[in-house]
């Protein structure tokens, strides 16, 4: 990955390269920007241009081979740690090393991809995955052999944010007293979940989301009409992995739209109909038994159709990027979605989306938050 294969964030390449070229890598970096902004892509090239840049001479081949073992994730220099569970390949203490098959097949079809794209690739939808102390003893291991190429050595955490504590501490420990040569890059979409010791002690690389015609243009690079570019680009919201999944029509929205669509449905029809709480209890079952990543994928559309509703009710329709793929009328639904309730409804939201990360009971939460929002779409504005 080179810096010329990743769109936009022109600013930050050229902070990093200076950096390169006065000698000042910090050895501890945190790369933080939200989904879709290509924070994993940039740290990959960057960590290219701090391994290859220098070794050799050009001439000889040298930068050319360093660069070929970077394009094929085999660099031995080169180490990536990311959020793992065990799953039918590894029975138990499953580490990032067991599945780097599988890494390298995630950054050749998705680099822009997020974590729940990366758990479907595992089929570990329905279990937390997490970075523990085995593989924070794995990282200081490896950084504190000697390079196998003489040069630097670096490791690349992604989704930093699901460090456990014991993990976090044995970076800290590694990141307050570095070997000489080594780069450990967190990449991050939310920075307050990471150990605030351990934030406060990496160099910080802040990534804004990626603007509309950025993505246009990177869409064009990947063959699409100039008029359905701009369309998606608008629609993806400032996520590059958004805007590819819609373009090549693998999105798993439509398919929450169907969800939300007989949820808000039931919901209304509620309100004084045993029959229809009965459909809500039926539909909380539905969702409860899909993993536990989709519930929360999930509850996050939910949050962004309500506010885009909210938006419609208002008339700011030059913020409305949301089109419905079902023959659900965004227009006839919005005037339910109003200052009256609207704060309410994301509060229940983000409530169970914190109850489904902490392992509830999902049929539990979901009839529950159905409940609430029965009452909550009925309540005047």
Not at 96 to 115: C, T
Not at 116 to 126: A, K, M, S, V
Not at 205 to 214: D, K, N, R, T
Not at 346 to 375: C, Q
Request: with cysteine; aromatic share 10%.
């Amino acid at each position: 990955m080179l810096f010329q294969d990743v769109i936009g964030h022109e600013g930050v390449k050229k902070d990093l390269l200076y950096s390169v070229a006065q000698q000042r890598v910090a050895h501890a970096q945190l790369f933080v920007g939200p989904e879709g902004s290509g924070t994993l892509p940039l740290a990959i090239a960057y960590a290219q241009y701090v391994l290859c840049e220098n070794q050799g001479n050009e001439n000889t081949g040298g930068n050319a081979a360093c660069n070929l073992k970077m394009e094929q994730i085999s660099h031995p220099d080169m180490h990536f740690v990311f959020p793992v569970a065990n799953n039918n390949k590894v029975k138990s203490k499953a580490t990032s090393s067991d599945f780097m098959d599988e890494w390298r097949q995630f950054l050749k079809q998705q680099p822009f991809g997020n974590l729940f794209d990366w758990y479907q690739l595992l089929g570990i939808e329905n279990k937390q995955g997490q970075i523990g102390v085995d593989e924070a003893q794995s990282i200081v291991k490896k950084l504190s052999l000697k390079s196998y190429e003489g040069g630097w050595k670096v490791v690349i955490v992604w989704c930093a944010e699901k460090l456990n504590i014991a993990a976090s501490n044995k970076l800290l420990k590694l990141i307050e007293e570095p070997p000489e040569k080594t780069l450990l890059l967190l990449v991050v979409e939310n920075e307050e979940l990471l150990l605030e010791t351990l934030r406060s002690r990496c160099q910080k690389v802040l990534l804004p989301s990626l603007s509309a015609p950025i993505i246009e243009s990177g869409l064009l690079s990947l063959g699409c009409e100039a008029n359905e570019a701009k369309k998606i680009a608008f629609q993806a919201q400032g996520n590059f992995n958004k805007a590819v999944d819609l373009l090549n029509n693998d999105s798993e929205d439509l398919h929450f739209e169907k969800w939300f669509v007989s949820w808000v449905r039931a919901a209304f029809k509620a309100r004084g109909n045993k029959s229809a709480i009965l459909e809500l209890v039926a539909w909380s079952q539905q969702v409860a038994g899909s993993g536990r990543e989709t519930q929360k994928k999930f509850l996050d559309y939910c949050v962004v159709f309500f506010r885009q509703a909210l938006l419609v009710n208002y008339d700011v329709s030059e913020l409305v990027y949301l089109e419905p793929k079902t023959k659900f009328e965004l227009w006839k639904f919005a005037p339910f979605i109003h200052g009256n309730n609207i704060l309410d409804i994301v509060k229940e939201l983000e409530e169970a989306n914190y109850h489904i990360e902490r392992n509830g009971n999902a049929k539990m939460i979901f009839t529950d938050l159905s409940i609430k929002l029965t009452r909550l779409l009925h309540r005047p504005s």
